[in-house]
């Protein structure tokens, strides 16, 4: 039976819909909005946002009328009677009856809070950000089990419907070569929001998201939760990115013994060229005749195979997490394995005192690395670098580590990577109560 009739059916049942509340109402999370508003059985019931406007036009472009109440027991009462609220900050989640809180932000340290508030509050909690999930994602898996909620990434990126392939090629045991994307925008490694202003605003998109696209660092991120997901290794320190076109991918990333790029099977990468917007995952068999099989269906001639999913549907597709949640209780994707990290290298030459600005700007790109090398030269994550300050100077296109930097040490997700860190090796992390006590204080 489809999500759609399920749900209804859970209206009729229940009396009342699924609840859902929404963190950020930008590009992607007026697109989730959109496309939740005309399911049957699903309430957005409230949207958060620092302008409060746009909060409200989340709702006004589906012609509903959102509750002006601001304080919190009358925003909760509004939403009891059915009423939908639009909010200007995040302090009033954990007193708000939701049943699924959905963040769209983009930026890790909100995530992070407004996943704890969420989970503590006994509410299910979806992501559309992926770079949290890279930062921070296996603790926050282990404090959703310890809540009994979910936790999970949201469908539509390119991270979960390359997984949905991946488990399909393993369903059918078939061995998996390689699994990846095709990068969307031409890869400029030294872009910055103000050469990239006029585009964004053709396209009607942050210069900073768009400066994260085309820098590279999001196909980083995504390819590092697409292996810390299967279990995958990345392909090396900073992948490959060969140019590829579909009916080739199956050349292109095979072991280099056999034409290809790799030098071993098992890893995630990506490519440019006329691939994007979909994703895909290179299947290899011995088999002869499974090989025959695989020919007479025109999927090349064997041993390479390419499995291909022509788009990813971003924001309009996420709305499909929250109901695999709330019906059958299973996340979309979770970092259960290590396997794969996300550092940062420096866009120019930086000295000593100068603060980076984070992801999307004109300080650093992100830069996948598998976790072992990661590990070993002391390198620091992506996500934790928004405020840090650099002690020393360092050239461009320098990887940065721990010595090069000092955190932001009151920064939410530096302090919830410290406990990853810990977690890894074994060592007791605060609980999610504490945690949320931390964040009242």
């Not at 939740?36 to 036009?57: H, I, N, W």
């Not at 954990?94 to 509050?121: C, F, K, M, N, Q």
């Not at 390689?178 to 030294?190: F, R």
């Given at each position: 039976?489809?999500?759609?009739?399920?749900?209804?059916?859970?209206?009729?049942?229940?009396?009342?819909?699924?609840?859902?509340?929404?963190?950020?109402?930008?590009?992607?999370?007026?697109?989730?909005?959109?496309?939740?508003?005309?399911?049957?059985?699903?309430?957005?019931?409230?949207?958060?946002?620092?302008?409060?406007?746009?909060?409200?036009?989340?709702?006004?472009?589906?012609?509903?009328?959102?509750?002006?109440?601001?304080?919190?027991?009358?925003?909760?009462?509004?939403?009891?009677?059915?009423?939908?609220?639009?909010?200007?900050?995040?302090?009033?989640?954990?007193?708000?009856?939701?049943?699924?809180?959905?963040?769209?932000?983009?930026?890790?340290?909100?995530?992070?809070?407004?996943?704890?508030?969420?989970?503590?509050?006994?509410?299910?909690?979806?992501?559309?950000?992926?770079?949290?999930?890279?930062?921070?994602?296996?603790?926050?898996?282990?404090?959703?089990?310890?809540?009994?909620?979910?936790?999970?990434?949201?469908?539509?990126?390119?991270?979960?419907?390359?997984?949905?392939?991946?488990?399909?090629?393993?369903?059918?045991?078939?061995?998996?070569?390689?699994?990846?994307?095709?990068?969307?925008?031409?890869?400029?490694?030294?872009?910055?929001?103000?050469?990239?202003?006029?585009?964004?605003?053709?396209?009607?998109?942050?210069?900073?998201?768009?400066?994260?696209?085309?820098?590279?660092?999001?196909?980083?991120?995504?390819?590092?939760?697409?292996?810390?997901?299967?279990?995958?290794?990345?392909?090396?320190?900073?992948?490959?990115?060969?140019?590829?076109?579909?009916?080739?991918?199956?050349?292109?990333?095979?072991?280099?013994?056999?034409?290809?790029?790799?030098?071993?099977?098992?890893?995630?990468?990506?490519?440019?060229?006329?691939?994007?917007?979909?994703?895909?995952?290179?299947?290899?068999?011995?088999?002869?005749?499974?090989?025959?099989?695989?020919?007479?269906?025109?999927?090349?001639?064997?041993?390479?195979?390419?499995?291909?999913?022509?788009?990813?549907?971003?924001?309009?597709?996420?709305?499909?997490?929250?109901?695999?949640?709330?019906?059958?209780?299973?996340?979309?994707?979770?970092?259960?394995?290590?396997?794969?990290?996300?550092g940062a290298e420096s866009k120019r030459p930086l000295k000593?005192?100068?603060?980076?600005?984070?992801?999307?700007?004109?300080?650093?790109?992100?830069?996948?690395?598998?976790?072992?090398?990661?590990?070993?030269?002391?390198?620091?994550?992506?996500?934790?670098?928004?405020?840090?300050?650099?002690?020393?100077?360092?050239?461009?296109?320098?990887?940065?580590?721990?010595?090069?930097?000092?955190?932001?040490?009151?920064?939410?997700?530096?302090?919830?990577?410290?406990?990853?860190?810990?977690?890894?090796?074994?060592?007791?992390?605060?609980?999610?109560?504490?945690?949320?006590?931390?964040?009242?204080?």
């Amino acid at each position: 039976m489809s999500y759609r009739d399920r749900l209804q059916r859970r209206l009729d049942d229940t009396g009342r819909p699924v609840r859902v509340g929404l963190i950020g109402a930008g590009q992607m999370g007026r697109g989730f909005a959109a496309q939740l508003l005309k399911m049957p059985g699903v309430s957005l019931s409230a949207v958060f946002d620092v302008d409060r406007d746009r909060a409200v036009e989340a709702f006004s472009q589906a012609g509903i009328t959102a509750s002006s109440a601001t304080d919190p027991d009358v925003a909760a009462r509004a939403i009891e009677n059915g009423e939908s609220v639009a909010l200007g900050g995040v302090d009033e989640i954990g007193a708000l009856p939701l049943d699924i809180v959905v963040e769209a932000t983009g930026v890790p340290d909100v995530g992070a809070r407004t996943a704890i508030e969420s989970l503590a509050a006994g509410m299910d909690y979806a992501t559309l950000n992926v770079e949290q999930d890279v930062t921070v994602g296996r603790y926050m898996l282990r404090l959703a089990e310890e809540s009994g909620r979910l936790y999970s990434v949201c469908r539509g990126d390119e991270p979960v419907e390359t997984k949905i392939l991946v488990d399909f090629a393993r369903d059918l045991n078939l061995e998996v070569i390689c699994a990846g994307k095709g990068k969307n925008n031409p890869l400029d490694p030294y872009a910055t929001p103000e050469g990239l202003a006029a585009e964004a605003a053709r396209k009607k998109m942050n210069p900073k998201m768009l400066t994260e696209f085309v820098d590279g660092s999001k196909a980083m991120i995504e390819m590092a939760a697409l292996a810390n997901t299967t279990g995958l290794e990345m392909s090396r320190r900073g992948m490959y990115g060969p140019s590829s076109t579909v009916p080739t991918l199956h050349e292109t990333f095979a072991l280099q013994e056999d034409g290809g790029v790799l030098d071993r099977p098992g890893v995630v990468d990506y490519c440019i060229g006329p691939v994007a917007p979909g994703v895909f995952v290179i299947v290899r068999t011995d088999d002869p005749y499974v090989q025959h099989e695989m020919a007479y269906l025109q999927m090349g001639d064997g041993p390479y195979f390419s499995l291909y999913r022509p788009y990813h549907l971003a924001s309009i597709e996420a709305p499909l997490t929250v109901y695999s949640m709330v019906l059958d209780r299973e996340a979309s994707l979770t970092s259960e394995h290590w396997t794969s990290e996300v550092g940062a290298e420096s866009k120019r030459p930086l000295k000593a005192g100068e603060l980076i600005t984070g992801i999307g700007t004109d300080t650093i790109r992100g830069l996948a690395d598998p976790a072992d090398d990661f590990l070993e030269e002391n390198g620091v994550p992506l996500g934790v670098l928004a405020g840090a300050r650099l002690v020393r100077d360092v050239p461009a296109d320098h990887m940065l580590s721990y010595d090069d930097v000092e955190l932001d040490e009151d920064s939410l997700i530096v302090k919830m990577r410290r406990y990853q860190e810990a977690m890894a090796r074994g060592e007791d992390v605060p609980s999610l109560k504490d945690l949320q006590a931390a964040i009242a204080r």
